[in-house]
């Protein structure tokens, strides 16, 4: 058994003035048209998200912003989630028939939903195991000095179960995982980030065996206090040691590998 573990810098790519019914409605067809065919010419294996972490309320595509009490008896969901799940499917459905089979599909979410409320829930945003290859999940730790740094099961335990409960044998990412570095923090409590990384390499593949792959969220920020939240795998060099011996574990690879799916005829 083999799993896949990388660290990188998460970029913002959106595009100001899009939306979900937009999206439904056909408007950006040339521009995800143009993509597909980009994709398809870079000829490699490639995993794509659509509406990464639809659940929280942090991006223009939550199900909050489209009706999110709002029961759809016509689909038997709640209006919010549908719409999303409408969306990407159009999204997959367009890059498919571009002939565009390199792309594999991540359904990723955060690992608790934000609103906590039944409408919020995966399952409701779930696209359909035809439309997924991969089940992603945003896993973070501690990102502010007054907040506690949790431990790797409470943030896992119940997402992973989750995730398992949408297809029994789809594989499962820690599509982005990150704890912050606070030499004076005021929370107290918690593992310090070298421990928590050394527990999350470990945990990840021997408690949880779907999971196959982990993308550490390399990041640094300045708060409105003037603070700063590190991030970076880096942050210093007990944590970098950590990172270094955890994915030194012969389970790791240092390179995802991805088997191509067969070109349409």
Same mark, same amino acid.
């Given at each position: 058994m083999s799993f896949g573990a990388t660290a990188r810098c998460r970029s913002s790519s959106g595009r100001p003035g899009t939306n979900l019914n937009e999206i439904i409605a056909g408007t950006w067809d +040339? #521009?995800?048209d143009k993509w597909a065919d980009a994709a398809r010419d870079f000829g490699h294996p490639l995993i794509v998200v659509f509406g990464v972490e639809m659940n929280g309320t942090w991006f223009p595509w939550s199900g909050a912003y489209y009706g999110r009490h709002e029961w759809d008896r016509? *689909? @038997? @969901?709640?209006r919010g989630p549908e719409t999303f799940r409408t969306? #990407? *499917?159009h999204v997959v459905d367009r890059v498919r028939a571009r002939g565009a089979t390199n792309v594999k599909?991540?359904?990723h979410t955060n690992n608790y939903p934000y609103p906590y409320e039944t409408w919020n829930c995966a399952a409701a945003y779930y696209p359909g195991s035809d439309y997924v290859d991969w089940l992603g999940l945003s896993v973070y730790g501690q990102q502010f000095k007054d907040e506690p740094n949790p431990d790797i099961p409470s943030l896992v335990d119940w997402p992973y =179960? =989750?995730?398992?409960r949408l297809? &029994?044998?789809? &594989?499962?990412m820690i599509a982005e995982w990150a704890t912050g570095e606070f030499p004076h923090s005021t929370a107290g409590g918690g593992l310090g980030k070298a421990d928590w990384i050394k527990e999350g390499l470990k945990l990840f593949r021997t408690r949880y065996p779907r999971i196959k792959a982990a993308v550490y969220w390399h990041e640094r920020w300045q708060n409105a206090d003037g603070s700063y939240s590190n991030l970076r795998v880096n942050s210093s060099v007990?944590?970098?040691?950590a990172y270094r011996e +955890?994915?030194?574990n012969p389970n790791w690879l240092g390179n995802l590998i991805l088997r191509a799916l067969p070109k349409s005829k």
């Open positions: +040339g #521009y995800i016509e *689909r @038997n @969901n709640w969306a #990407y *499917r599909w991540m359904f =179960e =989750e995730m398992c297809d &029994p044998k789809k &594989p499962i007990e944590s970098l040691d +955890g994915v030194a």
